[in-house]
């Protein structure tokens, strides 16, 4: 099948273009693609079908003509992926597959507004941050209380006083599987000065990563609401680059960088 390579500050992706809906996409296969010595290797696929064409997301046809179905790296299901959606639409664009220069996209945790903006960095509405209190993540035998957010898939935000570099996140960091039954990405960051943070994240099925969308508004949120602050404008500095997050009342907006890096045929089977 054919495939493209993108990715957004370093949080790469394989994507998978099917229009119809037609190919098996297993968890094993996704797994496969993933790896990073015997596959592509990515933290995940986007997988582009038309909206109509999935029962997941029908209902939201009208609005969106593109479904990303999102796969972690280890082939499960994820609601949604903010670096995600952001190299799933400049792939949109760069294909002429939409015209616009705004527009929709579904995805697993609602729709989601994109913009193309003039410096050509992508911007998308994430929706509001739904805060739902506190609870504890472990690394290396150190807890760090963290804030609960929800962006479509669910966060644990952890402001901590140690350098964020110095952290092993080659495990998984342990979390309350009460809380989160389902699983957590985590993020662990250092405010630094005004409106300002250093992030690094451990995804849920997949790793650490250079980079997480819904995880850098997830900090914003938790770095903002370590000063009193609800709105404003934050810089997230991530191991593959720089990310804007701006909240307001109503909502949140992820902006940076996405490209597409390679396209070719994919050889691999199940």
Known sequence: MRFLKGHGTEND??????PDGVVDVSATLVARICDRRAGLGADGVLRVMRTKRSDEV?????????????RNADGSMAEMCGNGVRVFARYLVDTGAVSAQEFEIATRGGLRRVRV??????????????VSGESVASVGGQEYTG???????????????????????????????????????????NPVGTSRAVMRVFERG????????????????????????????????????????????????????AAIVASGELMLAE
């Open 58 to 70: 029908a209902d939201q046809a009208a609005a969106a003509e593109w479904f990303m179905d999102y």
């Open 206 to 257: 997949s790793g650490e990563t250079r980079s997480c969308g819904t995880g850098a508004v997830a900090t914003a949120v938790a770095a903002a609401n370590l000063s009193g602050d609800t709105t404003g404008t934050w810089t997230i500095e991530v191991l593959g680059g720089t990310l804007t997050v701006t909240l307001d009342e109503e909502t949140s907006y992820l902006s940076g960088p």
């Open 13 to 18: 992706f394989v994507i998978l273009p099917d």
């Open 147 to 189: 804030l609960r957010v929800d962006m479509g898939n669910p966060h644990l935000a952890c402001a901590i006083g140690d350098p964020v570099v110095q952290l092993d996140l080659t495990h998984q960091p342990g979390f309350d599987t009460g809380v989160f039954p389902a699983g957590v990405n985590i993020e662990l960051f």
């Open 117 to 130: 903006e003039p410096n050509g960095d992508i911007t998308v509405d994430m929706g509001k941050p739904v």
